[in-house]
């Protein structure tokens, strides 16, 4: 398991930044706030191996090291085996069952909100372990200096308050803060910004991921964040993203740049 300098106990920095790397097809790297700080390799699977976890169905892999010969950590792919433009994904974490085995996974999903352009997932967070529902919405260039050229920002849906949603309201037209308590957050609180990073074909530097609730929230919450951001990231770059409650797809033109994944999904 990958350690860092600056939080050797948990899983993830709070920055992450995913790049790839021209000599290799089929993965690419999680590294920290800097390039030298590599963490994990992530694999793409195409479904064809019929290969474990995943089987037949298209995703993603995240390795718990730099090779692929590491277990995997977590995984995150199609709901249903084969290609498919619906965003719906299954994600395979970390059984919490002591008494099983390491090999065997929890089975999670993310799924379509009823919030437009947005996707919803729940997982045990806290020190409690409670499951909490969180949302990933969409964030358009431009609205927010941290995700300039676009990406998501996770809501947590258990934290919106009257107070917390007029405050938000007074905020309204600052665009420039990464902020728990944005506009675009509808009052709920921040807990994690995915910010597109490519800006130009051939750019190696994917995207940036800020967390900023896994102190509170902990590692599983934050290994689910992770794998379901790299899951909308693989989704973007395919040009797959398709937002709507009605399944539509909106014809995002995801820029695949060095990362070779768009024919895994």
Not at 39 to 64: D, I, M, N, Q
């Amino acid at each position: 398991m990958a350690a860092t300098s600056s939080s050797p106990s948990r899983l993830f920095p709070p920055v992450v930044n995913a790049y790839s790397n021209w000599g290799r097809i089929k993965t690419f790297d999680l590294c920290g706030a800097s390039r030298d700080e590599c963490l994990y390799v992530v694999e793409s699977h195409t479904g064809f191996s019929g290969r474990k976890p995943l089987g037949a169905r298209p995703g993603l892999l995240l390795h718990s090291g730099m090779s692929r010969k590491d277990p995997v950590l977590a995984a995150a792919g199609n709901e249903t085996p084969g290609r498919s433009l619906n965003p719906d994904t299954i994600v395979l974490l970390p059984c919490l069952d002591p008494n099983e085995e390491a090999s065997t996974m929890a089975i999670e999903k993310m799924r379509l909100a009823t919030t437009a352009g947005s996707l919803r997932f729940a997982i045990e967070a806290g020190e409690e372990m409670r499951r909490e529902e969180f949302e990933w919405r969409k964030i358009r260039k431009g609205e927010d200096n941290a995700a300039a050229s676009g990406g998501f920002r996770l809501v947590r849906l258990s934290s919106r308050s009257p107070t917390a949603q007029a405050r938000s309201g007074s905020m309204a037209g600052n665009s420039t803060q990464l902020s728990a308590l944005s506009p675009a957050a509808g009052g709920y609180e921040t807990v994690a910004i995915l910010a597109w990073r490519m800006k130009w074909i051939g750019s190696t530097h994917g995207f940036s991921l800020y967390l900023m609730g896994t102190e509170k929230l902990g590692d599983r919450w934050a290994l689910m964040t992770v794998i379901t951001a790299l899951r909308l990231f693989s989704l973007h770059v395919s040009g797959k993203l398709v937002l709507g409650l009605e399944g539509a797809q909106l014809g995002l033109k995801g820029v695949s740049a060095g990362f070779n994944i768009a024919g895994s999904l």
